[in-house]
């Protein structure tokens, strides 16, 4: 007991001396610059960068178990992790020449901006970060458009702004940090627009969240049309963030093009352990199931108690929230590390948000006493 509590007060100061140390928690989609030194096994109530909190499925636990053996072998050696990029296709509708497999799909936005770096990137603000700030940091113009003011993506702004030196369009749906949607078939139309002009390149990450109709992936446009790419990820429902794996897929000939760009094509950066869990797990539809219950009702639970606080709350199709914090006078991030809670804010031309990623519903009861708390002192 006494050496847990000595943990935590000593996971609660160096996340506090990081902070002290430049490591901010305001760029909210940024997920480079968290601090990561802790998780809410060791005492601190992680809620910063949208996990899933009930783990890995089962199947994928024994299956790691069972695979542990072959870690000693690449994958190509391994008899049942030969087809993996064609089981994985197979499973999500797709051709197996379509699909580059990534140590998770940040590695994939990365690729993408350096691979499309000849003219421009239009993208919304704010948005997910790896790939708009990779393009800065490499010294792509970026173009970012405000989001609406219900936090969507504007749409007609980004289809205007498309221009001669535009090489890339980078839409994340659902909307990262906002929690927004774009109904299919509104972004199918923009796909195929947008498209005649730019490269499009759909972030699909928490897609999985999501109810039919607007679960409808773009998954299928690409094998038509070169300039459409989709970006998913293992790390969201399937709990698998520290396992590292996404995929893209895109038409073969842009496959083949930014595969040679990755690692010759191959899925060798991407562990046995890993595809083996992700194997599993493709399977276990439960689990999936389960944690997407889960998840909707903690987030209705944490939605209703942050309105009756008279948060103004974005309506989440996620397993994260965006409130608005009115005229909150300090840093609310850094308050709520104090309190033992890491999520993120951060000051925008319309005021103070924050980004509260939904965990268990027993966690978010303990988020909403500290929040009821707070706006009584
Ligand atoms: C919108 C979006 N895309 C991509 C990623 C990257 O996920 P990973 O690299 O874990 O697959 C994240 C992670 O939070 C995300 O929010």
Known sequence: ??????????????????????????????????????????????????EN?????????????????????????????????KDLATYYGVSANQVLVTAGSGEALALLARHFNQGSLVTATPTFGILPNTAKRIGTRVVEIPLTEDKV??????????????KMVYICNPANPTATIIPSAVLKRFCEEASRKAVVVIDEAYIDFLNPPENESMMALPAGNPNIIVLRTFSKIHGMAGLRLGFTVA???????????????????????????????????????????????????TLQELQKLHFRCIPSYTNFMFFNLGNYPGDFAQDMLKKNFLLRSSSYSDGKWARVSIGTMDEM?????????????
């Open 53 to 85: 909190p009930y783990g890995i499925a089962p199947a994928a636990k024994d299956a790691i178990i069972a695979m542990i053996g072959q870690a000693n072998r690449y994958q190509f050696n391994v008899p049942v992790l030969q087809s993996f990029r």
């Open 365 to 377: 009861q303990e988020f909403i006493k500290v929040m009821k708390e707070s706006k009584q002192s």
């Open 251 to 301: 038409h073969p000939d842009v496959a083949n093009d930014l595969g040679s760009s990755h690692f010759q094509g191959s899925e060798i950066c991407v562990s046995n352990l890993t595809m083996a869990a992700a194997l599993a797990s493709m399977k276990d539809e439960g689990h999936r199931r389960d944690c997407k219950q889960k998840n909707e009702a903690a987030r209705n639970f």
């Open 153 to 166: 993506h504007d749409l007609s702004k980004m289809l205007g702004a498309i221009g001669k030196d535009t």
């Open 1 to 50: 007991m006494t050496s847990t509590i000595h943990r935590r007060e000593w996971l609660r100061q160096s996340s506090l001396a990081a902070l002290g140390f430049g490591i901010s928690l305001r760029s909210m989609a940024n997920e480079e610059r968290l601090p990561r030194n802790f998780g809410s096994e060791k005492g601190l109530i992680n809620l910063g960068s949208n």
